[in-house]
Structure formats: structure tokens, C-alpha cells
């Protein structure tokens, strides 16, 4: 009995297809707490929320186009 892959990255994939905006409000939530905690590098976490914001996009078949707030500067407002 071994470990089938394919359904585990399947269960994943399926996984952030129904939660990519929860997901996405989880980077913002902690990028906005890192920023507040560590403000003078505040460039440095817009940008790395940005990229994780990217890939999940890629990975959830969104592309290369960014949701609303991909800059990384915090929760939106709505």
C-alpha cells in the first residue's frame, strides 16, 4: 500500500480553488501584523505579500493577474 500523490495534490489543488480568498485575506491579515511589528521593513513584506499573492493566483488558475489589494498593504477595505 503505498502513498497515492496524485490524489493528495488533487485534494490540495481542490483546497485552495474553494479558499483562494480566504487565503488571501490570511496574507493580508499577516502582512498588516508583521508590518505593525516590524514597520521599518514594510517594502520588504508588500512585496513578499505580493509574490505569495501571485502564485496563488498561478496556482488557482487566476494567471498573472493579481486580485484586489495584491500590493500587500494590508487587509482591504470594503
Do not use: C, R, W, Y
Not at 511589528?37 to 488558475?61: E, F, M, P, R, Y
Amino acid at each position: 500500500m503505498g502513498i497515492n500523490f496524485d490524489e493528495i495534490k488533487k485534494k490540495a489543488q481542490q483546497a485552495l480553488d474553494q479558499n483562494a480568498e480566504k487565503i488571501e485575506s490570511g496574507l493580508d491579515k499577516a502582512s498588516g501584523f508583521a508590518k505593525s511589528k516590524l514597520g521599518q521593513h514594510s517594502d520588504k513584506i508588500d512585496n513578499v505579500t505580493s509574490k505569495a499573492k501571485d502564485l496563488l493566483h498561478k496556482q488557482t488558475g487566476g494567471g498573472d493577474k493579481p486580485g484586489p489589494g495584491a500590493t500587500g498593504t494590508g487587509p482591504d477595505t470594503q
